[in-house]
């Protein structure tokens, strides 16, 4: 047997991975089960970014290696899309790169910044990723706390108190996955400056900033944000097209041009017709949001009810695809979660997966369908 790289041991097959491999057994065995674990959107596109994507594909064009910078007309569609909605001016040429949703820009940042041994800022909780793709490029996770007292912000005075000099990389997800909270301005300004001060690059995974919530912002908005802050952006949530993988890494030229010095070594460009279907979402009016918003408002009341239905307690103006639902005192997430997988047949996140901090909570996706709630919630009443 050939053993693979010892970085692998740093890594663990993803929650999801495994725990959906159980899920799919009970549905074999004939359990209904209602499916509310993961934010995979299963609402329509936008119906001209199909039309986008047919219309290219008896284009010779289309079939052809495409270029590692993306379609111009991609790029432009995108840094307006920043300027439309975030107010941020970006230039299609060097201040913005397509990728193949913002997933693998979490790791070609990373492959671009870091070398072994520098540590990297990672939210507890927080999407799991950050951490098993820095541990993969052989830096270190230091995680920072995450409580419901700060309002899930980071705390900024507590991490000068500790040293920060290996410091390289700092993520932070605004809105904030699993949360749902929001980062204000001056949230944005402080970050900003203690990235300044300590000499250190910080990354806005944004991908949730269009649902539920009525005030998008960008990191790249505020003064000096430019200087030590790129974003990650995506179109998965935005336009429910997760399967297309289009997103987005917007900041700095210079910045850029490393992350692209990794990506143009690891593919060679998106297809065509993926490209000017993306072209066509980015365009969508002020409609499509407000179309999209109101599916998930109806949806989330639903899952309110049943977070109250199992006395969970939420925060009502937290946004975005899940709801975050404290437990009751004393009662562990997975074991919850199994019991109502068990007794119940529905499938809800448990709140440990996204690190120690999100013990005592359970996440709850809105990307089922009014019917799947409803009969949730009856089984749950
Ligand atoms: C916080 C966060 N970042 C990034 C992603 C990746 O999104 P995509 O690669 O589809 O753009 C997800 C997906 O669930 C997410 O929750």
Same mark, same amino acid.
């Given at each position: ?11 663990? %097959? ?10 799919? !057994? ?9 499916? !509310? +674990? ?56 060097? %201040? ?15 492959? @671009? ?25 052989? @830096? ?19 991490? %000068? ?31 900003? @400056? ?32 430019? %200087?030590?802050?790129?974003? !990650? ?35 060679? +460009? ?38 109250? @239905? ?47 901090? +999100? ?23």
């Amino acid at each position: 047997m050939i053993e693979p790289a010892t970085r692998l041991q740093t890594v663990q %097959e993803y929650y999801f991975s495994r725990k959906l491999k159980e899920v799919a !057994l009970l549905k074999e065995a004939g359990k209904p089960i209602i499916n !509310l +674990g993961i934010g995979s959107p299963d609402l329509e596109p936008p119906q001209k970014a199909l039309d986008g994507l047919v219309g290219s594909l008896q284009l010779a064009e289309a079939n052809k290696y495409q270029s590692y910078i993306g379609l111009p007309e991609l790029r432009e569609a995108m840094a307006k899309f920043y300027n439309d909605h975030y107010q941020v001016g970006l230039s299609p040429k060097t %201040e913005i790169l397509p990728l193949m949703g913002s997933k693998e820009g979490i790791m070609h940042i990373s492959l @671009a910044f870091l070398n072994p041994g520098d540590e990297v800022l990672i939210p507890n909780p927080g999407y799991p990723t950050y951490s098993s793709v820095t541990n993969l490029v052989g @830096a270190i996770p230091k995680f920072y706390d995450l409580t419901e007292e700060n309002n899930w912000q980071p705390n900024l005075r507590e991490l %000068e108190n500790s040293d920060l000099s290996k410091v390289k990389l700092m993520w932070i997800n605004y809105p904030h996955m699993p949360t749902g909270a929001v980062a204000s301005n001056k949230n944005f300004e402080d970050i900003i @400056a203690f990235a300044k001060r300590h000499n250190i690059l910080v990354v806005n995974d944004n991908p949730y900033s269009f649902i539920l919530n009525d005030y998008p912002r960008s990191i790249l908005k505020y003064p000096g944000a430019k %200087e030590v802050c790129l974003e !990650l952006n995506s179109i998965s949530k935005t336009f429910n097209m997760a399967g297309w993988r289009v997103g987005m890494v917007a900041g700095n030229a210079d910045y850029i041009s490393h992350v692209l010095k990794v990506k143009s070594n690891m593919d060679s +460009g998106m297809f065509y017709g993926i490209q000017k279907g993306a072209v066509e979402a980015l365009k969508s009016s002020k409609l499509w949001f407000v179309s999209l918003n109101s599916v998930y408002e109806q949806r989330r009341n639903l899952v309110w009810k049943m977070a109250d @239905a199992l006395n969970c307690t939420y925060d009502k103006n937290a946004v975005g695809l899940f709801v975050w639902a404290k437990l009751p005192q004393g009662i562990d997430s997975d074991s919850f979660i199994d019991n109502i997988l068990k007794e119940k047949s529905i499938f809800i996140t448990p709140g440990h997966i996204f690190g120690s901090n +999100g013990e005592g909570y359970i996440r709850f996706s809105l990307c089922g369908g009014t019917e799947d709630l409803e009969e949730a919630l009856a089984r749950l009443r």
